[in-house]
């Protein structure tokens, strides 16, 4: 989701997909780069709306990194992507690009950001959920690992101590996950 309040005099925001569609056009040039991973099908298509198309077909004085550079999308710049791909460790499997938040975390890696921090990335969907998130918190360690300060103001990870302390229901959990939570906490040993 989008808040106005997370712009920082002096940082760099980048955003994806279309959240163009929350944010006030004259705060728009608050951005310093966009993302639509998707494939062209799939934008083309409208996976984001039809309007997202359009605004994608403007001029933009930010960069906006999708798979190719598209003669229709002015601002269109292809994203490195063999790049990223060598900056996950090559003792694990992968590299994992579960979601557009993998792709600018390496971004951000590859163009030496020191500090990241994350703003309203909810990943509720049952697709973001059981798919995406794993990737996203693989490319937060990594970042970690790098030394950079990662931050995480939208709370998608907490700490927690599996067997420690019980686990508790979050508001984005589906009903399901829920419910099966709350019957395994009350399992006896």
């Known amino acids: ?90 003792n694990m499997p992968g590299p994992v690009f579960s979601d557009s ?17 994350f703003e309203g990335v909810v990943m509720t969907s049952l697709i973001e959920a059981y798919t995406e998130v794993f990737g996203l918190a693989a490319w937060m360690t990594i970042t970690a690992l790098r030394g950079i300060e990662i931050t995480d103001k939208s709370n998608r990870f907490e700490p927690f101590a599996y067997g420690y302390q019980p686990r508790e229901t979050k508001w984005w959990m589906p009903q399901n996950v829920v419910e099966s939570l709350i019957v395994d906490e009350l399992l006896p040993a």
């Open 101 to 117: 938040f993998c792709y600018m975390i390496a971004l951000a890696i590859l163009e030496g950001y020191k500090e990241i921090e």
């Open 1 to 90: 989701f989008y808040n106005p309040d997370w712009f920082v005099e002096g940082y760099d925001h980048w955003s994806l997909n279309g959240m163009h569609n929350m944010a006030d056009p004259d705060e728009q040039e608050l951005f310093s780069a966009w993302f639509q991973m998707h494939s062209n099908a799939q934008w083309r298509g409208g996976r984001n709306g039809l309007v997202h198309v359009e605004w994608l077909k403007k001029e933009h004085p930010f960069p906006v990194y999708m798979q190719q550079v598209h003669a229709d999308v002015p601002a269109s710049v292809e994203f490195p992507i063999k790049q990223a791909g060598r900056l996950w460790p090559e």
